[in-house]
C-alpha cells in the first residue's frame, strides 16, 4: 500500500510526511506546479537543490509515502491510502502564510530552507492581499476535496492542522493505526513548527482577520 499526504495546510502535511519516513516508508516530494505530470501521468519530482529536477515519480512502487503539491491522482488510486491535511481556520493560515513570505522561512525537506532564531521586527500586512490569500485557499480546497471524494481510494483520512499539533506523533499513530513502536523515541513535532507567533509578529492581525471574516 502506497500513501499519498495532500494538503492545505503545509507545515501539518510535512509532519505527517516525515513521521511516515521516520517509520520506514521510502518518502518522495512532488512538484508545485501541475504543469508538471507528463504524459505517463508521473509528478515531477521536487527540487531540494534549487535546481530543476529532471526525475519523476515512477509507476509501480509500493510502500511509498508521497507528498503532492498538486491535485494529481494516481492511475491506481485503489492501491493508495490517501491522508488530506487541512486547517480549520483559513484566515489564520492566511496571515500565517504572510508571514512565512514575510521572513522567507519555510520547513523543507532536507533542510534547504529552515527556521532560524533570526529576530524579525513586527510589520503590517495589506488586507486585501491577506483576502485574496483566504479566496486562493479556499479555492484549493474544493479542487482538493473532490480528489478526495471522487476517486475510489483504497483508505481516506482528513486531519485537522489544529488537532494534529495538539497531539504528539504517537496519539496520530494509534488514529491512523500504525505501529507506534517503529518511531524514534525523541520524535516529536517542533522541529517542523514555525518559533514564531504570528499575532506578535503581524501588527494589524486582528484587523486583518475581522476583514477577512468579513468579506469571506
Not at 40 to 55: D, T, Y
Not at 136 to 160: G, I, M, P, S, Y
Not at 189 to 198: D, I, V, Y
Request: hydrophobic fraction near 35%; charge should be negative.
Amino acid at each position: 500500500m502506497n500513501v499519498l499526504i495532500k494538503s492545505s495546510a503545509r507545515t501539518g502535511s510535512h509532519m505527517l510526511y516525515d513521521m511516515f519516513c521516520a517509520m520506514g516508508y521510502d518518502g518522495y516530494h512532488t512538484s508545485w506546479f501541475f504543469r508538471d505530470i507528463d504524459s505517463q501521468n508521473r509528478p515531477r519530482l521536487a527540487s531540494v537543490s534549487g535546481e530543476p529536477n529532471e526525475e519523476y515519480l515512477l509507476h509501480g512502487l509500493d510502500g511509498i509515502v508521497v507528498h503532492d503539491h498538486t491535485n494529481w491522482v494516481p492511475n491506481d488510486p485503489e492501491n493508495w491510502w490517501i491522508i488530506y491535511t487541512k486547517r480549520c481556520d483559513v484566515i489564520a493560515q492566511a496571515l500565517s502564510q504572510a508571514l512565512a513570505e514575510h521572513v522567507k522561512e519555510y520547513y523543507v525537506d532536507g533542510g534547504v530552507i529552515g527556521y532560524t532564531d533570526k529576530e524579525y521586527p513586527p510589520f503590517e500586512v495589506d488586507l486585501f492581499s491577506i483576502l485574496g490569500k483566504c479566496k486562493h485557499r479556499e479555492l484549493w480546497e474544493k479542487n482538493l476535496d473532490r480528489v478526495f471524494l471522487d476517486n475510489n481510494w483504497r483508505f481516506r483520512d482528513v486531519l485537522t492542522f489544529e488537532s494534529l499539533v495538539s497531539k504528539n506523533p504517537i496519539d496520530i499513530c494509534f488514529y491512523l493505526g500504525l505501529p507506534s513502536t517503529d518511531l524514534p523515541n525523541d520524535y516529536t513535532w517542533e522541529t517542523q513548527k514555525s518559533p514564531r507567533n504570528t499575532r506578535d509578529m503581524i501588527i494589524n492581525y486582528d484587523a486583518a482577520y475581522d476583514f477577512c471574516k468579513r468579506n469571506l
